[in-house]
C-alpha cells in the first residue's frame, strides 16, 4: 500500500507504507480489528473479563476504542497489563491520557477508590474517574446524579445548536420558512438533545434489527437475555420486545429466527411507529375545539401543512403564514380569550364595533368595522374559486359563518378540494393568507387609534 500528500492542488512522490492503518480510510476500523483481535481472543481464552451468563462481553471495541469490563479490581489489572504488554510488543502506544477507571454500583467515591485501590499500565498510574466521555458518549458512574447530569448536557446542547440556527431564520417569524426550519431542526438539533418517545422507540426497534441481522456477542447476548429473563427485567432486550408488541410487530425471538433486510425492516419499524402515534394524535386532536377547523387526516408525520408549502422562502408570504397558522389553531389573541384568561375581569365585546363577543367567528367573518378589508379578499376568492366549484357550492359556503372559516382557514375539508389543481390551491393559499395578515393589522391599527 502506498500513499502520496496532495499540497495545493499537487501530489508528492509517493511513499510505500510499511506499517499502520490509514487515517480516514473505510477499511481502517476493521484492518484495525483483524490486527488486535489475537488480545482480545486471548482474554477471553483466559476468562479475563465479564461475562453476563455464558456470553463474554469484557471487551466491547469500536474502532481502535477498546473497553475493559471486568467485576473484580484485580482480573481488571491483569487485563490492563496484558493489553500493555501486545501494545508493547506490536510497538503501537496506549494514549495514558485517554485511559480511565471507572467503578459502577460502588458507595465509595472515585476518591477514596483512588486511595485504596490504584490501577497501573507499565508505571503509570490510571486515574479513576466518576465520569468519563468514550467514544462521543457521557458515561457516569453514577445513577440519580448520572441521569440529571447527562440529560442536562444534552439538552444544554440541543439549546446551544438551536440558537446557533438562528441566524440562519430557524426562528420562523421573518425568516425561514417552517418547512426548512423543521428540517433544520430534526437534522441538527433532535440527534443532540433526549429524544420524545416515539423517535426513541423507532431507534430502539432498528438497533435490534441490526442485532438480529450480526453474527456477534450482542446477537448471542439477545438470545440469552429473552430466554432467561422475565417480563418486569429491565434487560434492554426485554424492553426491546415490549416496544415490538407495542407496535404490533413480530415478537423479538421471532426477529431473531427471521431478521429481514436492513432497508425493509427500517421501513417496516418507520410506518408501525408513524401510524401508532398518527392515530395517537388524531385521536387526541378530535376533541380538541381549538382544532376544529384543521384538517386532521392531512396531518402526517413529517409532512408539513399547506399552508407552509405554498409559502415559499419570502419573508412576508412567511410572516403572513404565520398569522393565519395562529388562527386556524386558536391562537391568535383576541378579547374573547382576554376575558377568557382573566376570569371575566376583561369583558369579551369586541373593542372595534363594540356589538358582539370578539371571538374567532366574530374577527373573520361578522365584524363590521373590518368588512372594508374583507370584502376585497372574498372578492378574489370567489373570481377563482367559483369557475372551478360552481356557483351553487360557493352559495352553501357563504350561507354559513362556519363554512367562509373553513374556507379561509383549511379548504382542504371541501369535497371539491381535491378538483383543484396545485396552482389553483397555491391560489386560493395566498389570498386566504394576504386576508388574514390584513385583518390583523387592521384590527392592530384600529385598536393603536383608539
Not at 455464558?54 to 473484580?72: E, H, R, Y
Not at 457521557?138 to 448520572?146: F, G, I, L, Q
Not at 394524535?281 to 399547506?306: D, H, M, Q
Not at 350561507?399 to 379548504?411: G, T, Y
Amino acid at each position: 500500500m502506498s500513499s502520496a500528500v496532495r499540497w495545493e492542488g499537487k501530489l508528492s512522490t509517493s511513499f510505500a507504507e510499511l506499517q499502520g492503518v490509514r487515517q480516514g480510510s473505510v477499511w481502517s476500523p476493521s484492518v484495525y480489528k483483524l490486527f488486535v483481535n489475537p488480545l482480545i481472543k486471548k482474554l477471553e481464552s483466559d476468562s479475563l473479563g465479564f461475562k453476563i451468563g455464558n456470553v463474554f462481553v469484557g471487551t466491547p471495541m469500536c474502532a481502535d476504542d477498546l473497553l475493559l469490563i471486568s467485576s473484580k479490581p484485580d482480573e481488571l489489572q491483569t487485563m490492563i497489563s496484558y493489553t500493555a504488554h501486545f501494545a508493547e510488543t506490536e510497538e503501537y502506544n496506549i494514549s495514558k491520557e485517554k485511559t480511565k477507571v471507572m467503578i459502577w454500583n460502588s458507595s465509595l467515591n472515585c476518591n477514596l477508590w483512588n486511595q485504596m485501590e490504584k490501577f497501573h499500565i507499565g508505571s503509570e498510574t490510571l486515574e479513576t474517574v466518576e465520569n468519563y466521555k468514550h467514544i462521543g458518549i457521557d458515561r457516569d458512574s453514577r445513577e440519580v446524579e448520572a441521569t440529571r447530569t447527562i440529560i442536562g448536557n444534552r439538552l444544554k446542547t440541543a439549546r446551544q445548536t438551536s440558537y446557533a440556527l438562528m441566524g440562519s431564520g430557524l426562528h420562523g417569524l421573518n425568516g425561514l420558512n417552517p418547512e426548512v426550519s423543521c428540517k433544520l431542526w430534526s437534522t441538527y438539533v433532535v440527534p443532540r438533545q433526549l429524544p420524545i418517545i416515539a423517535l426513541l422507540h423507532q431507534k430502539i426497534l432498528i438497533t435490534f434489527g441490526t442485532i438480529a441481522r450480526s453474527d456477534s456477542v450482542e446477537n448471542d447476548l439477545a438470545k440469552r437475555q429473552l430466554s432467561t429473563k422475565g417480563k418486569n427485567s429491565k434487560s434492554w432486550f426485554i424492553r426491546a420486545d415490549k416496544i415490538l408488541k407495542q407496535y404490533n410487530l413480530p415478537c423479538a425471538s421471532e426477529v431473531l429466527l427471521k431478521p429481514e433486510t436492513k432497508y425493509k425492516w427500517k421501513m417496516k419499524v418507520k410506518k408501525c411507529v408513524d401510524g401508532f402515534w398518527s392515530e395517537k394524535l388524531f385521536t387526541e386532536a378530535k376533541s380538541k375545539p381549538s382544532l376544529r377547523y384543521l384538517n386532521i387526516k392531512n396531518c402526517k408525520i413529517g409532512v408539513v401543512n399547506s399552508i407552509w408549502k405554498s409559502a415559499g422562502s419570502e419573508q412576508m408570504c412567511i410572516r403572513k403564514a404565520c398569522y393565519k397558522i395562529k388562527m386556524l389553531l386558536d391562537t391568535y389573541i383576541l378579547q374573547y380569550h382576554r376575558s377568557k384568561f382573566s376570569n371575566g375581569q376583561k369583558t369579551s365585546i369586541c373593542p372595534l364595533c363594540e356589538e358582539g363577543t370578539e371571538n374567532l367567528e366574530h374577527f373573520l367573518v361578522v365584524c363590521s368595522a373590518l368588512t372594508s378589508i374583507r370584502d376585497i379578499f372574498i372578492s378574489k376568492l370567489y373570481a377563482v374559486v367559483v369557475p372551478k366549484i360552481g356557483t351553487a357550492s360557493w352559495t352553501d359556503i357563504c350561507v354559513s359563518n362556519s363554512n367562509m372559516i373553513q374556507l379561509i382557514l383549511d379548504c382542504s375539508l371541501f369535497d371539491w378540494y381535491y378538483v383543484l389543481k396545485r396552482n389553483d390551491i397555491n391560489l386560493v393559499e395566498s389570498i386566504t393568507r394576504s386576508l388574514c395578515y390584513s385583518l390583523h393589522e387592521k384590527r392592530s391599527a384600529l385598536l393603536e387609534s383608539k
